[in-house]
């Protein structure tokens, strides 16, 4: 593989450096930091929600939108619930399907491997390489709402938190809890009873932020189509992003921002490269099962044996 | 605080000592050091599903019925995506309201503090001194479908999943992904439209299971009420959990069981502790300010950066 087949866009090559990411080849991460000089104009958008909230059919519908403004779309779409091998995959083809004839979308799914810090490392890796293709448009799609979410999100440029009337009560809509990673809220199936209400609520619950500082967050309401651009609602919601991406990306304090960003992919980073370094000791000593079971057996407890295995690495 | 008053199940003495372990406080890590001979008699049953499914209400059911039948009752409420420091609290004052006046209710909410492995990590702590005060069930609850959630469970001897009919396509449910960690199915509020078909659908899913192999997992139909053991479906959930109790835990295969909870933990501590450090050595270098503006610079390329700090440690 070659470094310019990657910067020149092909396709192939790409893909399989991404595989070989996955499998930590040390090749690949040699090739990463090559392209990385390559990478800083991909602008990428996250995209989050509740389960049922429709995020995929407002991908694809901002996917349709960036298109037909003429921009390369990468999209990465990060599933941290699925154990099955298969929910990835049937999700990503029945995508592929609707966008394989256009060179112009580069669709790449990431699915948990089940090491901690694992998937927000692969966001970013899988980013930095679409970004050396030269897709200037990231979208960074995640199901579920968890931590993970929260973590994978700390790529974005700009944050989307998708919402749609009738999900529960207000208790089950804090907890959700992604409100506050939120740069732009939407309203989804708008045209679904309550609409109004669920933007009360979540005005509401903008105030009632714990940080305490209001963080200007702007409110789209959507009725989102797949496939098409037309989707009511797409065009406003792509230009509240442009809105923040002006805002904050490239004011006075876009600099610090960037700083903020690095740090964080830093964070992860060590912190997985810690987490890859006690499992393979753990793995060395056969998985400590002797260990573990004097644990279960009441005779060593369990603290001490950590700090025990942590102080000897 | 003596280990004696927790042993005594004083529940002021309890309530501080779940306090200063989250704070991390080493007298708070002797004391659960010192609790831990006296534990390994609660049987711990893991509660998730979809959001909405109605976990909460399975709950607070289930600790009606174990409460009918004359066990004490612990509960760990795990909320790993609230950022807002409101939401668990809420949820919490919300319960405690209904089982204040219970002295064999226990009730403790974990939010996340946003490290890595915590989570887990605090539901073992918990659960151990819930144990130590002679709270022979311990219901682990969580919010959310992440990677978190799966990594919680592995405290539990039984982990039920929540579902309700109507949640969204096949897709949908296949992403919640909770399956795989599931040892009973509640298909919850199953007087609704679609019952049948959403129990078709799981027992579909298991059939598709990735593992190859056909786990038996038992298929309960509730209609839970708040508080009360008369919910429809509450006894029949408590006797799969037994019959899954009776089936893996009082077998021959339990003390490989066993080894294996207790490697999991293991693994969650050695983890839990490296993150720690990871982390402290980075504040202890200012953040590395500097170093990741070079990053966002792309003077630096984060991957060597991570190597060498790592390495450094």
């Not at 037909?68 to 779409?77: D, H, I, M, T």
């Not at 694992?118 to 200037?136: N, Y």
């Not at 200007?216 to 098409?228: N, S, Y």
């Not at 792509?238 to 964080?264: I, L, N, Y």
């Amino acid at each position: 593989m070659t470094i310019e087949q990657v910067l020149a866009g092909d396709v192939r090559t790409a893909a399989r450096l991404m595989r070989d990411l996955d499998d930590r080849k040390p090749s690949a991460l040699d090739a990463l930091k090559a392209l990385f000089p390559h990478t800083g104009k991909a602008y990428l958008v996250g995209i989050t929600g509740n389960p049922g909230a429709g995020k995929s059919t407002v991908v694809d519908a901002l996917i349709a939108h960036y298109r037909a403004a003429g921009e390369k779309v990468g999209v990465v779409c990060v599933d941290p619930t699925s154990p099955f091998s298969g929910g990835a995959i049937l999700g990503d083809r029945i995508r592929m399907q609707r966008h394989a004839l256009d060179p112009g979308v580069f669709i790449r799914s990431l699915a948990t491997r089940g090491h901690l810090g694992g998937l927000s490392r692969s966001t970013f890796d899988v980013a930095h390489v679409l970004d050396a293709m030269g897709f200037e448009r990231v979208l960074i799609e995640t199901v579920g709402v968890g931590q993970d979410e929260v973590d994978v999100m700390k790529a974005a440029h700009t944050t989307v938190v998708v919402t749609v009337p009738g999900l529960g009560d207000d208790i089950q809509a804090i907890k959700s809890g992604l409100l506050e990673v939120a740069d732009v809220l939407v309203v989804n199936k708008s045209d679904r009873e309550g609409a109004d209400r669920t933007e009360r609520d979540l005005l509401h619950m903008l105030d009632l932020r714990a940080s305490g500082e209001r963080k200007e967050v702007e409110i789209v309401r959507t009725i989102a189509t797949k496939g098409t651009s037309a989707g009511s609602g797409i065009a406003e919601l792509a230009a509240a992003v442009e809105a923040h991406r002006a805002k904050v990306w490239q004011g006075p304090a876009a600099a610090d921002r960037a700083t903020a960003r690095a740090q964080a992919h830093l964070g992860e980073l060590v912190r997985a490269l810690l987490a890859d370094r006690a499992t393979k000791a753990m793995s060395a000593r056969g998985g400590l099962t002797e260990i573990a079971r004097s644990i279960a057996d009441h005779t060593a407890d369990p603290w001490t044996v950590a700090e025990q295995l942590v102080g000897s690495l």
